[in-house]
């Protein structure tokens, strides 16, 4: 069993973001101490005033050299709004940086606001998603590429770098609806989900997931990765009591795009949490863990352990209590 760290690069404005990257660094290095295998990182644009957040290629190359060798992946960069290009170079230099072991995680985006501010039709984003995926797929496993599309134009192209994973990179794609995770299915390595599914709506898309692959003829040796919000406190209530508030925000903002939320009070976040989030005591998420991998065939997890408003040393103590967890199981 694998457990990653999904790196929170976000946080609120009246905190001080040169802080927020020294305890990103410090939960980095909590997480590689603790057994954690793989570091993942998110992807939005325009989430100012009141949010700030790290673009995620600097700040995965900067921290690549302290990783000690975990893997790195996206979870999931909006591929629909990128140039393919400039991402299948990026990724190609990534997998350098991390021995061969990145994980080009993408999805295509549900924010009008990101799509505006980029310049991109919503309406386009499926095949462009398409499009992007073949052409990146072609320029990170071979030279000389031609490839002519409607939104992507190659004339005996060629990567100025070419990955130390000679076939190329992994694609992961990351999606909450049956056409998306169908198009995973065909298109990519593996499926991504959402940090909030509850386990009969993982368990429904892991399994149309594997019978596309199936009528597809593609591989099936596929990891199958659960991404859940965690937090591993000293006891039940306090881990209940610091995490509630800071991960009620979180769920807030996502209302505000669309997204169902509640109302941050301590019954709502506990019938709210339940099957959705692993936070608790030492038990109750070692419980959980094995429920994961017992019921869904869970080879490895993406736990987002941070969120602005949580102290730093809290995070830090729940890093080291999961990394005991996992290593026993």
Known sequence: ??????????????????????????QVLAARDAGFDSLWFPQHFVTGPDMRQFAASPIMGYLAGISGGMRMGTAVLLLPMLNPVLLAEEAATLDHLTDGRFVLGVGLGYRDSEFAAM?????????????YVQAMRLLLSGDHVTFH?????????SLSMRP?????????????????????????DSWQGAGAMTM???????????????????????????????????????????????ISAKYERYATHGFGG???GADAFRQFAQDRF?????????DELQRYRDELGATEFRFRMGWPGLPQDEVL?????????????
């Open 149 to 157: 599309g409607k939104y992507v134009k190659l004339d005996d192209a």
């Open 200 to 246: 009969d709506e993982m368990r429904r898309w892991w399994t149309l997931f594997h019978d596309t692959r199936v009528e597809l003829g593609k591989p099936l040796d596929y990891p199958r990765q659960v991404s859940r919000e965690c937090f591993c406190g000293p006891t039940m209530n306090a881990a209940i009591d610091l995490a509630r508030g800071p």
């Open 1 to 26: 069993m694998h457990a990653g760290l999904f790196v929170t690069l976000e946080t609120e404005s009246r905190f001080d973001i040169t802080a927020h990257l020294a305890e990103l660094t410090a």
């Open 317 to 329: 103590a729940s890093i080291r209590r999961v990394g005991k967890i996992v290593a026993s199981l």
């Open 164 to 188: 130390r994973n000679p076939s190329g990179v992994p694609i992961w794609i990351g999606g909450t609806v049956p056409d998306a995770v169908k198009r995973a299915a065909e298109l990519g």
């Open 278 to 286: 692993v936070v608790g005591d030492e038990a109750h998420v070692r």
């Open 119 to 131: 310049g991109i039709e919503r309406k386009s984003r499926v095949p462009r998603f398409r499009e």
């Open 262 to 264: 509640f109302d941050g």
